[in-house]
């Protein structure tokens, strides 16, 4: 399928430039709690995949490497002949199926409690939680209280789930999730040097530190990894300050 370029929100006018890819459970306004704490020699430009947030009802193939083609097209579309990329869940492997087809183009990777690009294993039980999510809120609240510890209140987790529903097609949503949990293009990126910051929440049981260190941090020899002691799987909603400060001081000279 053709790629093209993607529903987004720019903010920012800095010469440091980052494209940042929203996770399975969120679209866009997922990041609307950082925008605040922002700095000013960055420009950011957060996007909708197909099926998500401004681009429902687009059809698709619904896979990480077409997020990546049409997150290319999106920058390309902007002007951006190099930039970083800040992805969150499985936009951290679609940030690294970008790194592979566009590799001069990309200046650092940022990977907040990122899928490897090995994919997720499941066993029986835990598969029929996440394909089930599509059809039932129930199971995505499930998975949002789960991978944050079990420690949230009620009414934010009502809140991330009625985000969740209200901002992506049932289709798009069940299509991404064989797409990044079971994809393995690991061998292609074993050894690429760009430069790469993992954050990970000690809450989440899922995507943990350890699980960046038998992947991201194998694979990667220039990554770095920083674990929050107080979030869970949505650092972004979580810590958003502590996340923009570790990230753009990551970023800082790159």
């Not at 999106?74 to 499985?90: C, N, P, Q, R």
């Not at 991404?176 to 910051?197: C, E, M, Q």
């Amino acid at each position: 399928m053709t790629a093209r370029a993607l529903p987004y929100d720019l903010i920012g006018t800095g010469p440091r430039r980052v494209l940042v890819l929203h996770g399975w459970l969120g679209d866009r306004t997922s990041f609307d709690a950082i925008r605040a704490h922002l700095g000013a020699e960055f420009t950011y430009c957060f996007v909708d995949y197909r099926g998500y947030g401004d681009a429902r009802g687009v059809s698709g193939e619904y896979t990480v490497e077409e997020i990546a083609g049409d997150a290319l097209a999106t920058v390309d579309a902007l002007g951006w002949t190099d930039f970083a990329i800040l992805g969150h869940s499985m936009g951290g492997m679609a940030a690294q199926a970008l790194l592979l087809a566009a590799p001069a183009r990309v200046r650092a990777l940022v990977g907040i409690s990122p899928v490897p690009a090995s994919g997720v294993p499941f066993d029986e039980q835990g598969w029929a939680l996440v394909s089930g999510a599509a059809d039932e809120p129930a199971n995505r609240r499930l998975i949002i209280d789960l991978t944050t510890g079990n420690r949230l209140s009620a009414a934010w987790l009502d809140a991330m789930v009625g985000r969740s529903v209200d901002r992506s097609d049932t289709r798009a949503f069940r299509g991404y999730l064989d797409s990044w949990a079971k994809a393995d293009f690991h061998r292609r990126i074993d050894g690429n040097t760009v430069p790469v910051l993992v954050v990970t929440g000690a809450h989440d049981p899922a995507l943990s530190a350890e699980v960046m260190r038998s992947t991201w941090l194998r694979w990667y020899p220039n990554a770095e990894l920083v674990e929050f002691a107080d979030a869970g799987h949505y650092a972004p909603d979580e810590l958003p300050l502590l996340l923009v400060s570790t990230v753009e001081k990551f970023l800082a000279g790159r």
